[in-house]
């Protein structure tokens, strides 16, 4: 089955222990995507990247970081979180070009207290 | 930045009943795609329409856009309770396929 798995789907961590939501998608698509979803701010982008080794910020990147490595996987890194991370995150991937949707993971729901 | 403005923010019909969802949003676009999602899971794409399409259909969906509005809308046909979601619009509009989303459309199809 065609699908962006992501783990974990649910994590609740402390101010400052290093993280990583892993996110893989079986479909061969070049472009893969991090978002949060907060109450009132809906969707943002958090990085993107067009292919292996070719990641770039979204429009909130602080506080986060991405690896490209390979082609299916595109890991989401919190160094040091804090509770303003605390949010449900999606993971998405999509092929390249101009007529083609997202396919979205389950989403990953994260507190940091 | 947001770039879809959906309305209604929120919309309670029967089932059997058409419902209406809107979006409007700033600047060009390349494609404008709707979006499902219910609660706390993942989107599911719907439909994506061209820039240079006015309309088109999936099934119970129809979706129309106007790029001299800038404005989109998605019609469902005869709900069911199993559309009860959030409804999203989302708009691909530079180089690098970033889908800029809107806060979506709460829609509740009571049996």
């Known amino acids: 089955e065609a699908q962006v798995t992501q783990n974990p789907r649910y994590l609740i961590t402390v101010t400052g222990k290093k993280l990583t939501v892993t996110c893989s998608q079986n479909m061969n698509h070049e472009y893969m995507s991090w978002y949060r979803q907060d109450p009132g701010l809906g969707l943002r982008q958090i990085y993107y990247s067009m292919n292996v080794e070719v990641t770039d910020k979204g429009d909130v990147p602080e506080g986060y970081k991405v690896s490209r490595k390979e082609k299916r996987n595109f890991p989401l890194i919190l160094e040091s979180p804090s509770p303003n991370q605390t949010s449900l995150y999606f993971c998405a991937s999509s092929l390249v070009g101009k007529t083609h949707g997202y396919t979205f993971g389950s989403g990953t729901r994260l507190t940091v207290v | 930045s947001q770039q879809g403005e959906e309305d209604p923010q929120a919309l309670s019909i029967q089932e059997g009943e058409n419902a209406t969802m809107n979006c409007s949003y700033k600047t060009s676009i390349n494609n404008l795609q709707w979006y499902r999602q219910n609660s706390g899971r993942g989107l599911v794409h719907l439909i994506l329409i061209r820039s240079n399409e006015r309309e088109k259909h999936s099934g119970r969906l129809r979706v129309t856009l106007d790029t001299s509005k800038k404005s989109s809308s998605l019609l469902i046909t005869a709900s069911r309770a199993a559309d009860t979601a959030s409804y999203f619009c989302?708009?691909?509009?530079?180089?690098?396929?970033?889908?800029?989303f809107g806060k979506g459309t709460l829609l509740t199809v009571n049996p």
């Open positions: 989302a708009t691909d509009g530079g180089s690098n396929y970033k889908l800029t």
